[in-house]
């Protein structure tokens, strides 16, 4: 099975920060990496799909780069409906495994 | 408008059983690939089961033999049958939507349904 790991596991951050997100594999993936947002009490919402590409309807804030065995979610300008759980997901090998998640507080 | 919605959870005591379901409007469950993803409280998110459009299906390691997906096509429904359930599987259960291109994701999701299961 393909490992997937996080950092850091949560933060703290203003509104208007920069945030970024990392995510690793435990083997290459080339770039089939999805992230995904997940608010307090809701079901998760598609964020990114392949590495950096936006579904309809998600924020430009929302930048996912890497390739291989290392990517990052970054946040441009953190909003205040950011502030969430943020998974990664390998989709690699079907159906896919998860992060353990990272949670965005407020400061 | 695409909508999944999941019912069938509940408390029932361990080896007990359940059904969930998921029901779905604006795609048709047969020509599409489903799955069913967990979160026990407080804790991240766990791949459970897959039923592809072909028919043929998957599950995790940890509920295989004891689960099993399905659907109706005449109901536009996605099922999991969860049987010998276990403290362990107290979750709140989401259905998805497999989209397979050049990559896949997961997306819509359904709201959850809470599983417990505890004496």
């Known amino acids: 099975d393909i490992q997937m790991t996080q950092s850091p596991s949560s933060l703290s951050a203003s509104v208007g920060d920069r945030v970024t997100i990392t995510c690793r594999a435990s083997?290459?993936?080339?770039?089939?990496l999805n992230w995904y947002q997940q608010r307090a009490g809701r079901a998760p919402k598609l964020l990114i799909y392949g590495t950096s590409n936006l579904p309809s309807g998600a924020p430009s804030r929302f930048v996912g780069s890497g390739s291989g065995t290392d990517f990052t979610l970054t946040i441009s300008s953190l909003q205040p409906e950011d502030f969430a759980t943020y998974y990664c997901q390998q989709s690699y090998i079907t159906p896919g495994t998860f992060g353990q998640g990272t949670k965005v507080e407020i400061k | 408008e695409v909508q999944l919605v999941e019912s069938g959870g509940g408390l029932t005591q361990p080896g007990g059983s359940l059904r969930l379901s998921c029901a779905v409007s604006?795609?048709?469950?047969?020509?599409?690939?489903m799955t069913w993803v967990r979160q026990a409280p407080g804790k991240g998110l766990e791949w459970v089961s897959v039923?592809?459009?072909?028919?043929?299906?998957d599950h995790a390691d940890s509920v295989k033999g004891r689960f099993t997906i399905s659907r109706d096509s005449s109901k536009n429904t996605l099922y999991l049958q969860m049987n010998s359930l276990r403290a362990e599987d107290t979750a709140v259960y989401y259905c998805a939507r497999i989209t397979m291109t050049v990559y896949n994701w997961f997306d819509p999701w359904g709201q959850g349904t809470l599983v417990t299961v505890s004496s």
């Open positions: 604006g795609f048709s469950v047969n020509n599409n690939h």
């Open positions: 083997q290459s993936i080339s770039n089939y």
């Open positions: 039923l592809f459009a072909a028919g043929n299906i």
